[in-house]
């Protein structure tokens, strides 16, 4: 596990804080993931699944290896970076990546009851890129969020992780985050933007299988 500086709430650096490895082989493991798993259909706004927090996941066992076979093997499908359990209909907080950072570095992992860290002032640096989602198909928008993220939680097999992000791989790690607790990235927008969003997602076509919303 790599090294890497991160800042406590109070601002202050903590030396030796250990993130996971998730550079290496990278294409590799996603391929496993995906070979191993079955594409399922996307959820899209309105589903209930997407608007609650999820369960808590307590059970690190094959059930959720599948699971996140599955979740690697749907985003795939999809053509996406990341995706949330609940974007597969699934009520648990697993999340899977497989993101370039700003520096063109792929990742690649599963992090399980994700929470983020509360940034100091001085690390909240905003980047206002557009933004995007599986479950909002073919909509975009801009969306101010920090560059530099840093997410605590479990991996497939229980064990503690923390992941550091930054640039669009930062803006991932939350946006995947933001779903387990219910919140779509629309949610934090303007509602003239919000509106303008699901406008544009109204008038595309979905270019994946999705689950329509009764």
Request: aromatic share 6%; glycine share 8%; proline share 5%.
């Amino acid at each position: 596990m790599a090294q890497q500086p991160v800042f406590d709430q109070d601002g202050d650096q903590r030396v030796d804080e250990e993130f996971i490895d998730d550079v290496t082989d990278a294409e590799e493991r996603e391929t496993a993931h995906r070979e191993r798993g079955t594409s399922r259909p996307i959820t899209v706004v309105g589903n209930p699944v997407l608007h609650k927090e999820c369960k808590d996941v307590t059970a690190f066992d094959d059930e959720l290896g599948r699971l996140i076979d599955d979740m690697f093997a749907s985003q795939r499908t999809a053509e996406g970076v990341g995706l949330a359990a609940n974007q597969i209909g699934v009520d648990l907080k697993v999340f899977v990546y497989d993101c370039l950072d700003d520096e063109g570095v792929r990742h690649v992992g599963a992090v399980c009851n994700p929470v983020l860290d509360e940034l100091p002032a001085e690390r909240r640096i905003l980047d206002d890129s557009n933004e995007g989602c599986l479950s909002v198909p073919g909509a975009y928008a801009e969306l101010p969020r920090p560059d530099y993220a840093v997410v605590r939680g479990q991996d497939a097999k229980g064990e503690t992780v923390a992941i550091r992000g930054t640039g669009y791989f930062a803006r991932c790690l939350q946006h995947e985050t933001d779903h387990l607790y219910g919140y779509l990235y629309i949610d934090r927008l303007s509602k003239r933007e919000r509106k303008d969003a699901l406008k544009q997602m109204a008038e595309r076509e979905p270019r994946y299988p999705v689950v329509a919303n009764d």
